[in-house]
């Protein structure tokens, strides 16, 4: 296990592959383990990190550490303590609102990012977790998916009270036009994600473009990884400010290694 | 959990490797030649051995031989790592009591579909 002493608090991560830097961030439950496909498959073009955020997997629990606006520092303190300078982000659900939040205020710094599961259906998870455990929840997320141990192993050691502080202070969906070049990428059968609307391309600027992964839920990376995969590895490798409405869903493809 | 040596020259695979088989639940040990596979088997004593082919210092073929000559861990299963069109090797490395061959490429679940295979076959798992 790989940990940094951010504010005398530990935050954990993990990271593989040799590139240009990727920092994968995670969503409401569970932790930086489901983008392990994801990672592994990147890792021969882009060293790939994946933190846990204050309040879950294995880094500090304390819940004041635990507002939006911490977890947004978090990833600034992160950069500079690993020595990152321009980054891809990958952001799903809570990850992808820090992670856009980040990007806004840091432009020279980001260069591209990929949200899943974004943004949220107002109200959706909240009244969901007002009414059962963490877990539970995660079941809610997960559906009938199966071979998902990575998100329900560590669902349990998220901190409720981080995920409500952060639900409260997240901020409304961004201002497009102020964001660098973003993918939207959404599962058709999302509980928890909110359809931009049925012409959301039509609405966001040239550099932004939402897609659907029809068959994926809340976890399209574990439910519909190749394609997934497939659709991240082509996001990261347009050119630098190159708008993403040129990407296309391919089949059944796989990363071997040599 | 069962304890896996991994031996393999190339930086980028031995990560990608043991990254694959930590987070699949296995204790991971890799060193980067022959000499200290040789040297971590008789100090880890692991369930299983993969092991790359052509490595620095000492060869996979080398090391497989010492292993076995080694009673306290000759009976550990040696699994040879070695890259499509190099079938010819798998032959050799039988011959000094390779297991099984994998070969190169191939995708992370491969790999640890394989490796429990390996690991329920030889009992420990």
Redesign the interface.
């Known amino acids: 296990m790989s940990v940094v002493l951010l504010e005398s608090a530990v935050v954990h991560y993990e990271a593989l592959g040799r590139g240009r830097p990727v920092l994968m961030l995670h969503s409401w439950v569970g932790s930086w383990r489901y983008w392990i496909s994801a990672m592994q498959t990147l890792s021969s073009t882009y060293r790939v990190y994946a933190i846990d955020l204050w309040g879950f997997g294995d880094s500090t629990k304390l819940p004041d550490k635990g507002h939006f606006e911490n977890q947004v520092a978090l990833i600034d303190r992160f950069l500079d303590q690993m020595g990152i300078g321009r980054i891809a982000l990958v952001g799903h659900g809570l990850g992808a609102a820090v992670g856009l939040e980040f990007a806004r205020r840091n432009a020279d710094f980001v260069d591209r990012v990929m949200t899943v599961g974004y943004p949220v259906r107002s109200g959706a998870l909240e009244l969901r977790l007002s009414q059962v455990s963490l877990n539970e929840a995660a079941g809610w997320l997960l559906g009938d998916v199966d071979g998902v141990d990575a998100v329900t192993a560590e669902a349990s050691k998220a901190n409720a009270v981080v995920i409500q502080q952060c639900l409260a202070e997240m901020p409304a969906s961004p201002d497009w036009n102020n964001l660098p070049t973003c993918l939207l990428v959404n599962g058709g059968n999302d509980p928890l994600a909110a359809p931009l609307v049925a012409s959301a391309n039509q609405v966001l600027p040239q550099h932004c473009h939402e897609f659907y992964l029809d068959q994926a839920g809340h976890f399209p990376m574990l439910e519909d990884d190749l394609r997934f995969n497939r659709l991240l590895m082509e996001f990261l490798a347009l050119g630098s400010g190159e708008s993403p409405r040129s990407l296309q869903l391919k089949e059944e493809w796989k990363r071997r290694v040599r | 959990m069962a304890k896996i040596l991994i031996a393999e020259d190339?930086h980028?695979?031995r990560?990608?490797?043991t990254?694959?088989l930590k987070?699949a639940g296995y204790d991971v040990v890799a060193v980067p030649n022959g000499q200290e596979a040789v040297e971590a088997a008789a100090r880890e004593i692991p369930d299983l051995i993969l092991m790359d082919v052509r490595m620095p210092i000492m060869t996979g073929y080398e090391a497989c031989q010492k292993i076995k000559e080694n009673p306290e861990v000759k009976d550990i299963p040696v699994v040879f790592l070695s890259?499509k069109g190099q079938e010819a090797e798998i032959q050799t490395g039988l011959d000094v009591g390779a297991t099984e061959y994998l070969l190169?490429?191939?995708?992370?679940n491969e790999?640890t579909d394989r490796v429990q295979a390996l690991l329920e076959k030889a009992g420990k798992k």
Not at chain 2, 104 to 108: I, L, V
Request: hydrophobic share 55%; glycine share 0%.
């Open positions: 190339e980028d695979i990560e990608l490797i990254f694959t987070f890259a190169k490429p191939f995708a992370p790999l």
